[in-house]
């Protein structure tokens, strides 16, 4: 290997000087003008080309001076937020049936939620919306009922959460229960859920206290309009709909 | 927002040039136009003594524009004519406002102007003129004004560009980036010094250098007598490791991809040797060296080129993208000597510093961060070292590193070759040693997500695309924080006169007259310094020296047993060549 001097410099300490100051105001938004007193810069008049005799004085300006230095006035160090983000709006064409992504922040609409009973059908993988008089035609055993909750995250996608109900006999689970605190939470703050594997229930993460949190942009649709997009082909509104036909052993 | 009215002249400049490989750019013409009066100067400068000064001036009372500011100040310093003071660069402020995780957007001047809505020249005749500039001389009078005209079209572009971007400009912040160019083209015109001879027999060989790499090379047989790849004796040797070779996404074949090797081979001598030889041949397989008439190879550093504000280097030539015992190429010029600066730990220290966890600035600052971890987590005892705990001290060296970069404990243990459960140990660990970091981490990825982006502290900006990759802004904060530190240093370095090779991710290259070496060496650590305490509000950051002079070169021993093998082949097909 090549020849290693001083391998470490004597262990890195806050300065008890702070950070070098600033020699010039230039670099802050209101660019300072030219130095007026004995600055080799004024050798030149700057309304003309640069005259030869003048470039050695020039870079040596340039070198005594330190102009990186000049630069970097404390001021221009960021702390956290300097720009506020302007996005166009834009109308999400399908509403995904799911839960929101685990890493994300999200809000529920408060006035946005619906009880329905749904099919999950193994063949295509799909939920299909079931009517009330299509669930009447069939057990109990074969559907679920669940709680739609409307979502939103911080990129104005939505999404719709589906959190299961408890049964006609009282079958509950922790998961759902869970859930529904969750959505419950997220009507007033953001939120993020994060799946507890010891304890088979979701937690509840929350920004800190810190973070000015914005509002959220919730779609401006009706329940029913979320519905139609969500399940859009999905509705079962027939008994005599193939699947219904299919589940009931008639095809 | 950058305010215009403390100069009393703004200046739009763009040369045309020539830039044959390997060699400083060859200005053609330049023109400038003074944005306020319209006035416009035009030099043909592709004569045996082109004027010793620019058309325009150059001092702190005026403000010099362009795009990709790094050329023209390259021509400025091939001219030998002193750079500009003030430097707004368009460059780096379009690619800060359309910087989008993942989302490509073109950020020549023609997509500058098109993402305005402006008229802008069609790339068939930019590319048109730009062959012409490139060709070289002589030029006849009808080219010279065509490309004069052309030159003087781009400066009109700038000159209805610079309206739409000043909103957008950072103020101080911006005059800083565009300062940052003067360093570059000092460094993409004085390129590394390398060993001659060798570039010289590289080329001439490399070829038939690949037949002995194959028969001399390969003791562990991964290749048949032909020189096709044996898949199924390093799936053997990677199963007898117990790990499992991942496949391409595409076609589902096994990965030689270089990261997918190198992190398969560690630990393991047969598939080290695989993944070196694996480089070597394609090294021998790639590209030629660019060297110039003097020696040197250079690669042009893109600044700002990539998503976290980093360089971005053209690989071909660069020696730093090569396999590494081809450092060995890089020799200093007679009488000087080279230094390797670079700083220890840096996206470590950064992290300590922003996040205000003390537990973790006192672990950058010991002297060894790796075991002092391993200490402040009970992973190791007190007293203990890198010679008493290597094995462990390499995973924590890992897991430290790791998660700045939001290493799952799936990860990990892939590179570690631990279980998942010792990986979430480790992970564990961490997160008990430095909790306030934790938080902090978690509160950035938050800002991210809900503010819906990322700043460096001097305002480099990262908005995240369609998807929200967390990992990508958990980060950011080093990333993009070690770049400005980078760049504040080579400013520095830049005003003391240091002479800067190559700025090689943490690390300056820089070349001096052996006899100067030591002052040129304190200066570049007090450019370093200099930047690390500014940006971290007083603490320094540690740096490490490096020196090569005429007799040694920047390698290992493990390097230099194979740079030693190739110099020795190449010599012995020279000679065979020359029937000596």
């Known amino acids: ?251 | 927002m950058l305010n215009l009215e403390g100069y009393k002249q703004i200046w739009l400049v763009d040369f045309e040039f020539g830039a044959p490989e390997g060699h400083p750019p060859a200005p053609r013409c330049v023109v400038a136009r003074e944005f306020h009066s319209g006035e416009e100067r035009r030099v043909w400068l592709d004569v045996d003594q082109p004027p010793r000064c620019p058309p325009y001036p150059v001092d702190a009372s005026s403000l010099f524009i362009a795009f990709s500011a790094q050329a023209e100040l390259s021509c400025h310093l091939t001219l030998g004519w002193p750079l500009p003071v003030r430097i707004i660069d368009l460059f780096p402020e379009f690619c800060r406002m359309t910087n989008v995780h993942r989302v490509k957007h073109g950020r020549s001047l023609l997509h500058a102007l098109r993402h305005f809505g402006l008229d802008a020249m069609d790339s068939e005749k930019k590319d048109w003129f730009r062959d012409l500039a490139l060709r070289g001389g002589p030029y006849s009078e009808t080219e010279r004004s065509e490309l004069m005209a052309y030159c003087a079209e781009d400066v009109r572009a700038l000159a209805v560009l610079l309206p739409k971007m000043l909103p957008y400009l950072d103020g101080g912040r911006s005059l800083l980036r565009g300062h940052y160019s003067r360093a570059v083209a000092a460094i993409n015109v004085t390129g590394v010094p390398v060993d001659a001879r060798f570039a010289w027999m590289w080329n001439k060989h490399r070829t038939e250098l690949r037949q002995h790499v194959l028969r001399e090379r390969d003791q562990d047989g991964f290749h048949d007598p032909s020189g096709t790849f044996r898949y199924d004796k390093a799936a053997a040797a990677i199963r007898a490791t117990g790990r499992v070779w991942p496949r391409t996404k595409g076609t589902r074949r096994y990965s030689l991809a270089k990261d997918v090797l190198k992190s398969l081979s560690e630990g393991h001598a047969p598939l080290e040797r695989l993944y070196e030889l694996r480089r070597l041949l394609a090294a021998a397989t790639g590209s030629d060296f660019v060297v110039g008439p003097d020696a040197r190879v250079r690669a042009p550093v893109w600044p700002y080129s990539t998503v976290t504000g980093r360089n971005q280097t053209n690989k071909r030539p660069q020696l730093f993208g090569l396999p590494s015992w081809m450092r060995g190429a890089i020799a200093p010029a007679p009488g000087h000597t080279l230094a390797y600066i670079d700083w220890g730990q840096q996206e470590f220290g950064i992290a300590a510093v922003l996040s205000g966890d003390n537990a973790m600035l006192s672990t950058y600052q010991s002297d060894d961060p790796y075991v002092a971890f391993g200490i402040e987590a009970r992973l190791l005892p007190e007293g203990a070292s890198k010679q008493s705990h290597p094995k462990v001290r390499a995973q924590l060296k890992a897991c430290a590193l790791g998660v700045l970069y939001g290493k799952t404990a799936h990860g990990l243990s892939q590179d570690l070759d631990i279980t998942h459960h010792e990986a979430q140990q480790l992970l564990r660990a961490h997160r008990r040693a430095y909790p306030t970091f934790w938080e902090w981490i978690e509160g950035v990825v938050t800002f991210a997500d809900i503010q819906g982006y990322a700043l460096s502290r001097l305002g480099w900006r990262l908005r995240p695309g369609p998807e929200f990759n967390e990992r990508t802004f958990r980060n950011y904060p080093m990333q993009a924080n070690a770049a400005e530190m980078m760049r504040l240093a080579a400013g520095h370095a830049h005003d003391r006169g240091v002479r800067v090779c190559a700025i090689v991710h943490d690390a300056f290259l820089i070349e001096v007259p052996s006899v100067a070496i030591d002052t040129a060496v304190a200066d570049m650590r007090s450019a370093m310094n200099e930047a690390s305490t500014y940006l971290l509000d007083g603490v320094t950051l540690k740096t490490d020296v490096d020196l090569i002079d005429d007799t040694s070169r920047m390698l290992n021993d493990e390097q230099r047993e194979t740079w030693e093998w190739v110099y020795a082949k190449l010599e012995e097909l020279e000679q065979q060549a020359t029937g000596q």
């Open chain 1, 1 to 251: 290997m090549s020849k290693k001097i001083q391998t470490k410099q004597s262990a890195p300490t806050r300065a008890e000087s702070g950070p070098p100051q600033a020699v010039s105001s230039a670099a802050t938004s209101t660019p300072a003008r030219p130095p007026s007193s004995d600055g080799t810069a004024r050798a030149t008049d700057s309304t003309e080309p640069i005259q030869e005799s003048n470039i050695g004085a020039i870079v040596k300006e340039a070198k005594a001076t330190s102009l990186t230095r000049q630069l970097t006035p404390d001021a221009l160090k960021l702390d956290v937020a300097h720009h506020q983000l302007a996005v166009n709006a834009s109308e999400q064409s399908m509403i995904p049936l799911g839960a929101p992504n685990k890493q994300l922040f999200f809000r529920v609409a408060s006035a946005l939620s619906m009880l329905v009973c749904l099919l999950d059908w193994k063949a295509d993988g799909f939920s299909y919306l079931l009517t009330q008089t299509v669930q009447r035609a069939i057990s109990e055993a074969d559907v679920k009922f669940v709680k739609l909750y409307v979502w939103v995250d911080r990129r104005d996608n939505v999404g719709v959460w589906a959190v299961g109900v408890p049964y006609s006999d009282g079958t509950n689970y922790d998961a759902w229960k869970s859930g529904h605190k969750v959505c419950e939470r997220a009507k007033t703050e953001w939120v993020k859920k994060r799946w507890n594997r010891q304890m088979g229930v979701y937690d509840i993460v929350t920004l800190h206290p810190s973070v000015e949190a914005p509002k959220p942009n919730f779609p401006e649709l009706t329940m029913e309009e979320v519905v139609e997009r969500v399940f859009e082909g999905r509705i079962i509104d027939s008994v005599d709909h193939p699947i219904i036909r299919e589940l009931q052993g008639l095809m």
